[in-house]
């Protein structure tokens, strides 16, 4: 079955660090594009950032660009991302999303359950 | 930045009827545009991607139009497990700079 699990949310105190993980399994984890999309309480969806399949390409939403560090260990099947300087606008549900058919940018075809992260004093 | 505007927000059908959602970009997107479904406390599910092409395992009365700034999705017959909020998306940016619309929630009238 192909599978995305997330793991590593909780509560933060603002300006403090986190690490989510998604364990990927299923399918060959080092062909696809990864994405980390986040949904605040209540709220859409938002695009966090993108890492390509050999780490190659790396983008970022500017809300979280030059706080968040996505990454990856294909050998591991584990897709990352640090999270520092956290404000109380980053408290969301944060979701790793597969790039459909091996491409560098698509749609999404594969997420996983979330994991929530909650930034407050 | 590529903006989605989806409309309208909040659409009220009844089960049976067809309903039609609609999701405009500020810039041509081509046709890299989808369509993802979310319920209450779960995680969002594709539907429609390349403005048209329904994935895997989605119902046909489920359809997507569209290219260009203009999209459309329909569903034919509405069923109970359909009530939910709908998205867009485009991917048509190079770097991948992805975007989502605000969302519509389809609820039971």
């Known amino acids: 079955e192909v599978q995305l699990v997330e793991s590593g949310g909780g509560l933060v105190k603002p300006g403090g660090s986190l690490r989510l993980s998604c364990a990927a399994s299923?399918?060959?984890?080092?062909?696809?594009?990864m994405n980390w999309v986040r949904q605040a309480p209540g709220k859409g969806l938002e695009w966090v950032s993108s890492?390509?399949?050999?780490?190659?390409?790396?983008y970022y939403a500017d809300s979280v660009k030059g706080r968040f560090t996505i990454s990856r260990d294909n050998a591991k099947n584990s897709l990352y991302l640090q999270m520092n300087s956290l404000r109380a606008e980053d408290t969301a549900v944060y979701y790793c999303?597969?790039?459909?058919?091996?491409?560098?940018?698509?749609?999404?075809?594969?997420w996983g359950q979330g994991t929530m992260v909650t930034v407050s004093s | 930045e590529i903006v989605m505007t989806q409309s309208p927000a909040t659409l009220s059908v009844s089960p049976g009827e067809r309903a039609t959602l609609s999701c405009r970009a500020s810039?041509?997107?081509?046709?890299?545009l989808a369509w993802y479904q979310q319920k209450p406390g779960q995680a969002p599910r594709l539907l429609i991607y390349?403005?048209?092409t329904r994935a895997t395992g989605i119902p046909a009365r489920f359809s997507g139009s569209g290219s260009g700034t203009e999209f459309t999705l329909t569903i034919s017959s509405l069923q109970s497990e359909d009530f939910a909020v709908y998205y867009c998306?485009?991917?048509?940016?190079?770097?991948?700079?992805?975007?989502f619309g605000q969302g519509t929630k389809l609820e039971i009238k």
């Open positions: 999303a597969r790039v459909q058919l091996e491409r560098l940018r698509g749609a999404f075809d594969i």
């Open positions: 299923g399918f060959t984890f080092s062909s696809y594009s």
């Open positions: 890492i390509s399949s050999s780490s190659s390409y790396i």
């Open positions: 810039q041509s997107v081509s046709s890299n």
């Open positions: 390349g403005a048209s």
């Open positions: 998306q485009q991917y048509n940016n190079w770097p991948p700079l992805y975007s």
